[in-house]
């Protein structure tokens, strides 16, 4: 059973910065591009940043240079650090692990909350 392992989420004031981390096995970090989504209440799942197999990074408009995905080989794990986080970036966050084969696993989400 395939397994992505988030952490990092919680309550942080407007302002703040959180880092997101999504660990996986070994076989499922090297074969996939890797994405960070996110699903406010009320409204549908929407990208927020990915990283190709390669390396190449795309980020969401309303990113807007304050989140950066990367991920760390040696220990299996992305991240999405992000920094000024406003209320408007409340939602769970989910990674999302795309293999080169066509299969796709969601991690388990964490919630993130920006309020004062």
């Known amino acids: 059973q395939v397994q992505l392992v988030e952490s990092g989420g919680g309550l942080v004031q407007p302002g703040g910065s959180l880092r997101l981390s999504c660990a996986a096995s070994g076989s499922i970090f090297r074969n996939a591009g890797w994405g960070w989504y996110r699903q406010a209440p009320g409204k549908q799942r929407e990208l927020v940043a990915t990283?190709?197999?390669?390396?190449?990074?795309m980020d969401a408009d309303f990113v807007k240079g304050r989140f950066t995905i990367s991920r760390d080989s040696a220990k299996n794990t992305v991240y999405l650090q992000m920094n000024k986080l406003t209320p408007e970036d409340t939602a769970i966050y989910y990674c999302?692990?795309?293999?080169?084969?066509?299969?796709?696993?969601w991690g388990q989400g964490t919630q993130v909350t920006v309020s004062s």
């Open positions: 990283i190709s197999r390669s390396g190449n990074r």
């Open positions: 999302n692990a795309d293999m080169w084969d066509g299969r796709n696993y």
